[in-house]
């Protein structure tokens, strides 16, 4: 084995665990069970939460974040970590806004409760 290969061999290896890539969330990332996710329910129109959630992503995001809006899920590539954001109307005025984020093929729940933070602020603005 070449130096040049044996010294690329732990990028490849981190590539392929697909970390901080929506990759670390499986082969779908649209298919991410939220009910573990970090969520608050914001008093305010779900479609005033989506419209921030999808702004504050894209400051965030290191990428070019994916929205689904017939969905409301949201995926972004935030603090070298893979974030899924959800906007469910619970009922006129009220929004559950629930994050997801893996880092290093691992749960991460501060970095969830950061994004969470983030889309917060805005929405309050």
């Known amino acids: 084995m070449s130096a040049?290969?044996?010294?690329?061999?732990?990028?490849?290896?981190?590539?392929?665990?697909?970390?901080?890539?929506?990759?670390?969330?499986?082969?779908?990332?649209?298919?991410?069970?939220?009910?573990?996710?970090?969520?608050?329910?914001?008093?305010?129109?779900?479609?005033?939460?989506?419209?921030?959630?999808?702004?504050?992503?894209?400051?965030?995001?290191?990428r070019v974040p994916r929205f689904e809006d017939g969905s409301g899920r949201a995926f972004a590539a935030v603090e070298d970590g893979s974030v899924v954001a959800e906007v469910v109307e619970l009922s006129p005025g009220s929004a559950r806004l629930a994050v997801r984020a893996r880092r290093y093929g691992r749960e991460d729940d501060a970095l969830a409760l950061r994004v969470i933070g983030h889309i917060v602020d805005e929405v309050e603005r």
């Open 4 to 62: 040049l290969v044996r010294a690329l061999a732990p990028l490849f290896a981190l590539a392929a665990l697909g970390c901080g890539t929506l990759g670390s969330f499986g082969a779908d990332p649209t298919r991410v069970d939220m009910e573990e996710a970090q969520s608050l329910v914001l008093e305010h129109d779900a479609g005033e939460v989506w419209d921030r959630t999808k702004e504050t992503l894209a400051h965030l995001s290191s």
